[in-house]
């Protein structure tokens, strides 16, 4: 009962870890890194859009721009229904979906204004502060203030006023502007600097986010490490088990002196759960290491991805795949996490404790009927 209880209760608790990081956590902590990098771009997007002027009015945003709040939403709503989140996780994220309708719509009055230089730049400077903090959002105006983000001189038009404008258009908003890397910049100046904010003054978007998933991280890295709970369950099993099986083989070594039973039909059949042991162990450890190498792959979804680098792996699908990448690091934790047990076991964890019981009351069934056998040959006159 002690070996199987302590050994039931430390197996399930691994696997129940492993089955909410594969199955609700990971997954979680992708999407909030996907909807992050898809809001950054998203601005990046609107804000080369509507530098363009007249022709972003008549033309509307870029494909780009809409597919990615798409993918934003759809994101969020799957950590939504993830059941990653706890009550009050949720009604954070709830605000965070509202305030992405809100920043859309926004993005849209600036590209109703896309003709009034300054309606239109009021108007995207406030869908920047939903996105970013406060200060993000002003640094990011007084970098575009004072000329382009590349720091290059723009003559007299509008990239004066902060456009993404690389080289000079004297011609103003109807100059020779174009939609490749050139007008949106490269590297970091292609999209708006956002580093997320913390405290009571976390109340953008990105830094709502940014939240979520560091919380999601340490719940991760919390289930991935060894509990001393665990710890001291496995060590429990682990000196019941020992002491069960030499009980076993001393009481069968007994009766074959006594009775001269060569084989217990009862005994054998009681041992049979003590063969599964070594298995379920091999499944506990194997899916322990890959829930611990699932921390550094959680860490690198929340501090290394960028829109960037996802802009790069879009643009160029037949480079080589970037580690940081939200995509590769989704299929690491996936592999991972999937390769990391043995997957015919995934229905063995309830039934450890009634393997126990039964185990133990065979034992001790077989024991009361062979010590009746023992007491009745051993009394007086029983032999005649």
């Known amino acids: 009962m002690v070996a199987f209880g302590a050994f039931g209760w430390a197996y399930a608790g691994v696997r129940g870890d492993s089955t909410a990081v594969r199955d609700r956590l990971a997954p979680a902590l992708v999407d909030l890194a996907d909807a992050r990098a898809s809001l950054l771009i998203a601005q990046g997007e609107a804000e080369a859009d509507l530098d363009e002027g007249r022709a972003a009015e008549l033309s509307g945003l870029s494909e780009r721009y809409r597919t990615r709040v798409a993918r934003a939403t759809q994101s969020l709503n799957q950590v939504m229904r993830s059941g990653a989140l706890t009550v009050a996780e949720e009604q954070e994220l709830r605000v965070v979906s509202a305030l992405v309708v809100d920043y859309t719509g926004w993005v849209g009055r600036a590209q109703g204004h896309a003709t009034d230089p300054v309606l239109r730049k009021a108007e995207l400077t406030y869908a920047h502060s939903m996105l970013c903090s406060a200060q993000e959002a002003d640094e990011a105006e007084e970098a575009g203030g004072n000329g382009t983000r590349e720091n290059r001189a723009s003559g007299n038009g509008e990239s004066g006023n902060g456009t993404r404008e690389t080289k000079a258009s ?84 007994f009766l074959r002196r006594r009775f001269r039973i060569r084989l217990s039909i009862p005994l054998a059949v009681a041992a049979l759960p003590l063969l599964a042991v070594p298995l379920l162990t091999v499944d506990a450890l194997l899916a322990q290491h890959a829930q611990g190498r699932a921390v550094p792959v959680a860490d690198a979804l929340v501090a290394r991805t960028s829109p960037e680098i996802e802009t790069r792996a879009e643009e160029r699908p037949f480079a080589g795949p970037d580690p940081r990448a939200i995509d590769v690091l989704a299929s690491r934790v996936d592999t991972g996490l999937a390769d990391g047990r043995l997957a015919f076991l995934d229905w063995t964890a309830p039934f450890v404790l009634p393997a126990g019981l039964a185990t133990a009351g065979l034992t001790g069934g077989a024991l009361h009927a062979y010590r009746r056998e023992y007491l009745l040959v051993g009394r007086p006159g029983s032999a005649s």
């Not at 509990?227 to 083989?249: C, D, I, N, R, T």
Request: hydrophobic share 40%; net charge positive; glycine share 14%.
């Open 170 to 253: 004297p011609n103003g908003e109807s100059g020779n502007r174009t939609r490749g890397n050139e007008t949106r910049g490269n590297g970091a100046d292609r999209y708006p600097p956002c580093r997320p904010g913390t405290g009571s003054s976390a109340t953008s978007i990105v830094d709502r986010v940014s939240g979520l998933e560091w919380r999601l991280r340490d719940r991760l890295a919390a289930r991935a490490a060894w509990g001393p709970g665990a710890l001291a369950a496995a060590a429990v099993a682990g000196l019941a088990f020992v002491l069960l099986a030499a009980g076993l083989w001393r009481t069968v070594s």
